[in-house]
């Protein structure tokens, strides 16, 4: 199992962004399975032709999904994920919900509100 990479220059997206969703995408569906040891910055800024900073953000945003992990000298490392978003993803959920109540939207119009967000954000 390798890292597969492809950075579009013309796309519209930034391209540390196009690393950090496709490193995401892999770990998720397995691709890159739990423990796998991906390159230094510098090395994959290297075989991508992008600056380390713009790798380095990635893997920034990428471990504060819970997505990797790095481990001091020892290199960066794809974490158990699945479990770490899922529950990202409901704490936020969660403090959606509070909040939407709070606010005295109906469940409908609560309801509406994610799905036109997540509309947006998945530009469907």
């Not at 950075?7 to 691709?31: C, H, K, L, M, N």
């Not at 910055?41 to 990797?68: F, H, M």
């Not at 479990?83 to 509406?112: N, Y």
């Amino acid at each position: 199992m390798t890292l597969k990479i492809v950075v579009d220059f013309e796309d519209a997206v930034a391209p540390y962004e196009q690393v950090r969703a496709q490193i995401s995408q892999q770990a998720r569906a397995g691709t890159l399975p739990v423990g796998y040891k991906l390159p230094t910055v510098r090395g994959l800024a290297a075989d991508l032709g992008l600056a380390a900073n713009t790798v380095a953000k990635a893997y920034r945003a990428l471990e504060a999904d819970g997505v990797i992990e790095t481990r001091g000298r020892n290199g960066t490392f794809v974490a158990a994920a699945g479990d770490a978003a899922a529950r990202e993803a409901a704490l936020a959920a969660g403090e959606f919900a509070e909040r939407a109540r709070r606010l005295g939207l109906t469940h409908e119009s609560a309801l509406s509100a994610v799905e036109q967000a997540l509309r947006a954000a998945y530009g469907k």
